[in-house]
């Protein structure tokens, strides 16, 4: 499986993006599948996550601002952000796991998000 992240971008806060995370290899569609963040000198943190079957988990950071979906007849996954704030600046990675398995073992290359006050 080969995850591209795509979408970042410099935004103002306030402002809005969509970041995709397109799969490729085979389909992900059983696979969860997640965004993490890190920020320059800070620890890679887990923003979103999505389930196979559709159940979402987020960061309280950005819980009612982020929304993680899935369109599996594309292979592709979004985060949706909204109400963009200076911290949310980061480069975003998206990440999958197979069933059974626990940890992501399948990353994108990252897209970076700056976010200017």
């Known amino acids: 499986v080969q995850l591209q992240a795509s979408g970042g971008g410099l935004v103002q806060a306030g402002g809005s993006l969509r970041l995709s995370c397109a799969a490729s290899g085979r389909s992900v569609s059983t696979y969860a599948v997640a965004w993490f963040r890190q920020a320059p000198g800070k620890e890679r943190e887990l923003v979103a996550a999505i389930s196979s079957g559709g159940s979402t988990y987020y960061a309280d950071s950005v819980k009612g601002r982020f929304t993680i979906s899935r369109d599996n007849a594309k292979n592709t996954v979004y985060l949706r952000m909204n109400s963009l704030k200076p911290e949310d600046t980061a480069v975003y990675y998206c990440?999958?796991?197979?069933?059974?398995?626990?940890?992501?073992?399948?990353w994108g290359q990252g897209t970076l998000v700056t976010v200017s006050s």
């Open positions: 990440a999958a796991h197979a069933p059974g398995v626990t940890i992501y073992e399948y």
